[in-house]
């Protein structure tokens, strides 16, 4: 029976979902400050529909090349359904601590703690694969915890053709399997592993996967060396310990008490015995990521969402120690946190200035996790500038160029932020497709150009001399 309180629990979790879409969907009519450099290259990436692509597998592309048919290449347009996907995700947060005996505190704290997570912020923000793996990863708890409750085979093959999903959209989900194998392992559940339920959910989600598997059986395992390389490479620097410190700012400092809690519940605590699989699930990703050595935190955001859920279950019980008295501050710093000092440093809230002006008042310093040398702002606000004014020098190179000359003339970029740009921005301005040397762009090759002439986007001469008979640089 569903009481009074209930009600009211998913009313705020309609109310929080509400607040979340309607804050992405003001920041993105205003258009942010513009483009961000990977969405050049995604929008490039849902112009060759394929099984997979070098560095991601092919569910968010196939989104977006069915987004982009209906709604066109705004930025507005372009970054709609993470924001839907992002509220929606926050909606079955709130659901989820429901399902597990929250109050509506432990509810509406659970909501709290996602909207004001800055990396889950963050991923609503732009159109990437990221956007919708949070959404994924809570359908699946779901699906998990309704199957620990009362198992079905409908129930399975729904699980795993989310899980199938999941993959199809980053390969990161192949933690979400295998920690749900472990967690029926490890758990008082583990009879479940002994019916057919659990193994033709598997043979579902690699039956999902197995396009991308044979697209890089037939490149040479072009994902495996994109990750081998981006691990050996911009990646080198970072340390386990980079890693588990990187999540207190991940996901809000003032959350770490909550979602301790939440991991608490689920993997020790007697209430949590029920969903001691979901806990598995977390653990299992941290594991694999610390033991990978150079995992950026944002990895492991999918999974948070699922501890913050096991705190709102946990609230209820915690107040027995004490924890009562700090509801009011943790409500009041979470939202203060969360629209005063992290919003404007994930979401193009502010004026360009005025965010510079802020940040410094803050002390924070421009960062990035790629090794770049930054300026004045971060490199994820960097990445949002400068593409009209680069698109807008290589028209009038071309437009310099004779007709005879520009039927035969390649234009190379060498990063595929720039090749993207040139693609998107440049095909009202006439410019032909552009080639590449960055991950997909490989794959897709020189077309039908000779090389006999080229049109080079980059920051330096870097040796071309060297590559061409003549070489004239161009402002």
Known sequence: MITASDRSARRVC???????LL??????????????????????????LSAGYVDLPPLSIFLLAAQRAVLGDSVFALRLLPALAGAAALYLTGRLALRMGASFGGTALACL???CSPILLAFGGIYSMNAFDPLLWISAAHLLLSLLRAPSMELWLA???VCGLGLLNKINSSWLVGGIFVGLLISGHRRLLCTPGPWVAAAIALVFFSPFVIWNLQHDLAHL??????????????????????????????AVPFWLLGLYFLLISAGGAPYRPLGWIWLTACLVLVFHGHSKPEYLACAFPILFAAGGAAWPAARAYGLSRI??????????????????????LLAVENYISWAA????????????QLSRLPQFYADMFGWQEKVEAV?????????AERERCAIFASNYGRSGALDLLGKTRGLPPSIGSHNSYWIWGPRDYSGELMLVLSDSMGGRESMFESVVEVE
């Open 14 to 20: 309609l109310a929080f979902a509400a607040a979340k």
């Open 23 to 48: 804050l992405h969907l003001c920041v993105n009519a205003l258009g942010g400050y513009g483009y961000f450099r990977d969405e050049f290259y995604y929008v490039a990436c849902s112009e060759h």
């Open 113 to 115: 703690a996602y909207l």
């Open 159 to 161: 699980l795993g053709a």
């Open 225 to 254: 060396e994109f990750i081998r390389a981006a691990s050996e490479g911009k990646y080198a620097s970072l340390s386990w310990s980079d890693f588990l410190l990187g999540q207190i700012t991940a996901q809000n400092p003032l």
């Open 327 to 348: 509801r009011t501050p943790l409500y009041a710093g979470l939202l203060l946190t969360g629209t005063i000092f992290i919003a404007p440093m994930v979401l193009p």
């Open 361 to 372: 008042r803050l002390g924070v310093s421009p960062s990035t996790s790629e090794g770049k």
């Open 395 to 403: 028209v009038r190179a071309f437009e310099a160029l004779s007709p």
